[in-house]
């Protein structure tokens, strides 16, 4: 082609969307006026039950060529607009190469390659998770975004670093999508639940429900026995639908929240089908808007699994000539974000500017609002708009009470820590004396690192965990580091809670330092050391990092 225009036609096909869409734009790099991007989708949808792969499978064997046809009919078109030739109306071909159904990801792949044979052109291999968060990039202009994907197979938040996509915190069993569908299935409504759950909750009443955050971390299957206890307990249906979008939605928002504080990054994009849900949207914006933050959410048809994604993070890729020669072009069902060398991007993006030092000397942490006088620290947890109030005041009430008790009971076990000096759990308040002279993310040594991982060994020992342990909470002072902020903690003599500290530090490190690998090695060994059982914790860590969460 002789002309500036970049024309990509792309197919998605990971699980129900068999898609096929074309974008054309003048520069792949940023939003521009006259870019366009046409959507063809074909929904693979259940008679009954969830999902079925060999189901999906045949319906994106009948799907993908039609939707595909329909793609290049629309870039013949283009192409002929602007006078060009229409035997080779596009530029490049880009497809889902996973994570996904196997079955499904097969046959997009074959599409892909005979497409991009027929009009002699390269091949791009895009990572549909990561699809989802640049697609919110591109449309909303954000230099460095943290990103939430909230899709049906996954949930997790990213932060760009060194020229990938980290992981910063993701569910530790199911995808959010999956989780609200078992719950619908359970009720016998039909695939997908989302939008049912969305709709009920619009009458519904609120209702206690467990809330599992650790860390950046999260889980759903603890709310979801609950949810589908509390109906065949006669709860009514619509407070259960209600319940459940105010504790998982809030669970979402708050690691969306903690992963601004850790990067100090002041931009969110949202990504995936479950951001269709305007309650999620609503409480992200809050979030947002409540700490200063610039909040964007995609429109719907580029939220929900659809090939436009596709094809604008497959124009980014062929600029940046990141193109994948046919024999290497085999799928990837449980391909990572974080796997992805992100060629299109400036490697040295996202610029932690730390927090927002606020009038009056006071900082605004993840959850808290923290003012230093005298020696003496202040730390008060706000309530936070987005959160529905019942549950707002549950959280800081019981983690101001536990924060209290296990800052002190930590101490007597050995491990610095700052001294109480007044807690007022209604408030959420406490007050504490002020200890170390920089956090550990400014201070990241193999030593300090050391000294912490045997802290965490200390506190489990002592029968406890921290529940957040991230370079923001510990305090550094000479060689001598202390742990603070235990709201996130308890008691549990269970070597998977323990093994999710060190996860919940591992990842945290890893979104702190450029070389995390050492760091991470390094407090493995000290915590190996320092335990009185580093066997089983450590037999659980390996355990919960090699979970496969992407079938
Ligand atoms: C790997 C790929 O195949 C997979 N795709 C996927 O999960 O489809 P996606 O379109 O991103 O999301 C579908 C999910 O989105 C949920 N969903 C759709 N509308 C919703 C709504 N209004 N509220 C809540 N959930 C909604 C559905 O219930 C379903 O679980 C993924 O991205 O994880
Ligand atoms: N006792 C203390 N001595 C010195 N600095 C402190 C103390 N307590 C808190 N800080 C400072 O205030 C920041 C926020 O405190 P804290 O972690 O307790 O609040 P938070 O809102 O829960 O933050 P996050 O969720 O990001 O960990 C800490 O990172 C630290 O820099
Ligand atoms: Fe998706």
Wanted: hydrophobic share 40%; net charge negative; aromatic share 6%.
């Amino acid at each position: 082609m002789t002309c500036s225009r970049l024309r990509v036609l792309a197919i998605e096909g990971t699980a129900w969307a068999a898609s096929a869409a074309v974008f054309e734009t003048t520069d792949p790099t940023e939003r521009t006026d006259d870019e366009r991007v046409d959507i063809f989708t074909d929904a693979y949808a259940p008679d009954s039950g969830g999902i079925h792969p060999r189901e999906a499978a045949e319906h994106m064997h009948e799907a993908i060529p039609k939707v595909v046809a329909q793609a290049r009919e629309t870039a013949e078109t283009w192409a002929a607009e602007h006078d060009e030739q229409t035997q080779n109306p596009v530029d490049a071909v880009a497809f889902s190469r996973g994570p996904g159904l196997g079955p499904c990801l097969r046959i997009v792949a074959t599409a892909a390659r005979a497409t991009a044979q027929r009009f002699d052109v390269p091949l791009v291999g895009v990572n549909h998770m990561v699809a989802h968060l640049e697609i919110g990039r591109h449309r909303s202009g954000f230099e460095s975004p943290v990103c939430l994907n909230a899709s049906g197979a996954n949930a997790h938040i990213l932060g760009f670093r060194n020229g990938r996509y980290r992981v910063l915190g993701e569910t530790m069993d199911t995808g959010v999508g999956n989780a609200i569908d078992k719950f619908t299935r359970h009720l016998g409504w039909s695939h997908p639940g989302g939008p049912k759950v969305e709709q009920r909750a619009k009458e519904g009443d609120f209702l206690d429900l467990p809330y599992v955050v650790k860390g950046m971390d999260f889980s759903f299957s603890g709310i979801m026995s609950a949810a589908k206890q509390a109906v065949d307990d006669d709860e009514p249906v619509e407070d259960v639908c209600f319940a459940l979008q105010e504790h998982i939605f809030a669970m979402l928002t708050e690691v969306s929240e903690r992963a601004l504080s850790l990067t100090g990054s002041g931009q969110l994009v949202l990504g995936g089908g479950v951001a269709q849900n305007a309650r999620l949207r609503g409480m992200l914006e809050s979030m947002c808007a409540q700490r200063g933050a610039e909040f964007y959410a995609p429109e719907p048809r580029f939220l929900r699994d659809n090939a436009g994604m596709i094809a604008v993070l497959g124009a980014k890729m062929y600029d940046a000539g990141d193109t994948l020669p046919i024999a290497e072009s085999q799928i990837d069902s449980n391909f990572r974000p974080d796997q992805v060398p992100v060629t299109w991007r400036e490697r040295e993006a996202w610029t932690a500017t730390g927090d927002n030092v606020r009038a009056g000397d006071a900082l605004q942490g993840a959850e808290a609002t923290v003012t230093f006088e005298d020696g003496i620290v202040t730390k008060r947890r706000l309530p936070r708009e987005y959160r529905h109030e019942i549950l707002d005041a549950r959280l800081r009430r019981t983690r101001t009470r536990l924060e209290a008790r296990l800052t002190s009971q930590a101490r007597r076990a050995g491990v610095p820590t700052p001294v109480l000096r007044d807690v007022d759990p209604d408030e959420g308040m406490l007050v504490f004396e002020k200890v170390g002279e920089a956090d550990l993310r400014d201070r990241l040594t193999e030593a300090s690192v050391r000294d912490v991982a045997g802290h965490l060994a200390t506190i489990h020992d002592a029968g406890f965990v921290h529940g957040d342990p991230t370079t923001r909470n510990v305090r550094v002072d000479g060689d001598r580091t202390y742990l603070i902020d235990f709201g996130l903690g308890y008691f549990t003599d269970d070597p998977e809670d323990y093994a999710m500290d060190l996860h919940v530090f591992d990842q945290s490190l890893t979104g702190t330092a450029d070389d995390p690998e050492s760091l991470i090695a390094a407090a493995r060994e000290s915590y190996e050391r320092a335990s009185a059982d580093p066997e089983s914790v450590l037999d659980s860590l390996a355990e919960i990092e090699g979970r496969g969460r992407y079938q």
